[in-house]
């Protein structure tokens, strides 16, 4: 059973430094999601894409962030200049795309980013 | 603004009770209900999920009820095991979205002691 996975699981940066995380979804599912977690929060919604199409960004996706799919299979996520505070868990989720919408989306371990 | 909101930040159960968790959203475009359970250094696990047409969803031990008019919804773990010891999260979804976004509440600690 291949689920979601993600690369590197955990990342230690200086402030200032520019970090890549990767997300590999289920292989038949088309949609994949990005959320953040911070402490004591429940995921929040970044990005999504549809196959390779980024259709909605969050408003807490800043300039300094940048999400890609570029053949529609994995996921790359880069922050730019970080900051203190982004540190975080980055999650990625992939769902199907059955008739409608596929709400019940899987979520991969996670990436923990410290910024020092 | 937290649109789904899960007020109890931590619950303690003894092995074989039944195990509440509760939920409540503000958002009335909101119509479909997630629960999802978290281990720690894991990703959240889907659990079981309520479509706003039902008010009651079962899977073996997990059951969801949905009161659309209080918009609240419950998560009811009958008997509760150590094993479902973990952070649970309510999520809910817009169905007039077709971007499937989920909302996450803040997640109650489930502790289940023997």
């Known amino acids: 059973d291949t689920g979601v996975s993600q690369d590197p699981r955990h990342k230690i940066t200086k402030r200032g430094q520019n970090v890549t995380f990767r997300c590999d979804p289920i292989?038949?599912?088309?949609?994949l999601y990005w959320y953040r977690q911070t402490l004591g929060q429940g995921p929040e919604f970044l990005t999504y894409?549809?196959?390779?199409?980024?259709?909605?960004k969050s408003r807490l996706l800043s300039d300094r962030f940048s999400a890609e799919r570029p053949k529609g299979s994995f996921s790359t996520l880069e922050i730019q200049r970080t900051e203190q505070g982004d540190s975080a868990m980055y999650l990625c989720?992939?769902?199907?795309?059955?008739?409608?919408?596929?709400?019940?989306?899987?979520f991969g371990p996670g990436t923990r980013l410290t910024v020092t | 603004d937290q649109q789904v909101k899960q007020n109890s930040p931590s619950l303690s159960v003894q092995e074989g009770r039944i195990s509440i968790l509760n939920c409540d959203y503000t958002?009335?475009?909101?119509?479909?209900f997630l629960w999802y359970k978290k281990y720690p250094a894991e990703g959240p696990t889907f659990l079981i999920s309520?479509?706003?047409?039902?008010d009651k969803n079962e899977d073996g031990r997990f059951t969801v009820f949905l009161n659309k008019s209080a918009k609240h919804l419950s998560l009811h773990i009958v008997p509760s095991q150590p094993g479902d010891s973990a952070v649970y999260f309510c999520?809910?979804?817009?169905?007039?979205?077709?971007?499937?976004?989920?909302?996450f509440g803040r997640g109650t600690q489930l502790t289940v002691w023997p």
């Open positions: 989720a992939s769902s199907p795309a059955t008739s409608g919408f596929a709400y019940e989306q899987y």
């Open positions: 292989s038949e599912h088309n949609r």
């Open positions: 894409f549809q196959n390779e199409a980024q259709l909605e």
């Open positions: 958002n009335s475009m909101f119509d479909y």
């Open positions: 309520i479509s706003s047409i039902k």
């Open positions: 999520a809910a979804a817009d169905r007039g979205s077709t971007l499937g976004r989920l909302y």
